[in-house]
Each structure stands twice: as structure tokens, then as C-alpha cells.
């Protein structure tokens, strides 16, 4: 079980096919990860508001899957995040205010979904 890898700092299968299916709410049990990039898979589902614990991580990439729901408010809680990329899903609703107040962001990718709204 991927909660088993307490000391993991990075995570990539960018690009990989084979990853498909939901998002495990596991992954947010990884406080150490500082990389999680899956961007380009075939994962399905909403964002998983457990990504939120992930205190430490400065990149979280699911660019270009096949995600739906709104953007969590948790996400905002990811203080160090630096690049933040959710482009090219089927996100819908509105970009959380949390997301405004991460000081440390330097790039977001938001492109090619269904918000609306103003940016925070």
C-alpha cells in the first residue's frame, strides 16, 4: 500500500497509460513527498482533499487526465507549493480563494477545464 512509503519524497509517472482509475486519498499520508507529478495518465475522479496534508511538496502536476469535480479548498493549504498544474481535466466550479493566499506559488496551470469565477 502506497501509505506504507512514509519516507517517500518523489513520485512521477508522467506520462504513463497504464496508470488509470481514482486517485488514492492515501497518497496525502505521504508528508514527505515534495514531487508529485502523474500528469498525462488516465486517472479518473475528483482531486482527493487529503492532497491538502502535503505540507512539504513544492510540485503537484496532474496535467492532462481525465479529472472532474472542483478544485479543493484544501489545496490551499500546501504552503510550500511552487508549481501547481491542473490543466487539461475537466475541473469545474470555481479557483478556491485558499489558492490566492499560497505565497510561494510561481506557476499555475489551470488551462483547458471548466472554471468560472474570478482568479483569487
Known amino acids: ?26 497518497i496525502g499520508q505521504l508528508t514527505s513527498l515534495l514531487h508529485l507529478d502523474v500528469g498525462q495518465s ?20 496532474f496535467d492532462g487526465c481525465q479529472l472532474d469535480g472542483t478544485i479543493p479548498s484544501e489545496l490551499g493549504m500546501m504552503e510550500r507549493i511552487e508549481i501547481l498544474s491542473l490543466g487539461g481535466n475537466n ?11 499560497l505565497s510561494r506559488l510561481a506557476s499555475m496551470a489551470l488551462s483547458y477545464n471548466r472554471l468560472n469565477g474570478t482568479i483569487p
Not at 502506497?2 to 482509475?21: D, E, P, R
Not at 486517472?43 to 503537484?60: H, K, V
Not at 475541473?91 to 493566499?101: A, D, Q, V
Open 1 to 26: 500500500e502506497i501509505a506504507l512509503l512514509t519516507q517517500l519524497k518523489g513520485l512521477s509517472w508522467s506520462g504513463n497509460k497504464f496508470l488509470g482509475g481514482t486517485i488514492p486519498t492515501e
Open 42 to 61: 488516465r486517472l479518473i475522479g475528483a482531486i482527493p482533499s487529503e492532497l491538502g496534508r502535503l505540507a512539504q511538496c513544492t510540485l503537484l502536476s
Open 91 to 101: 475541473l469545474s466550479g470555481t479557483i478556491p480563494t485558499e489558492i490566492g493566499k
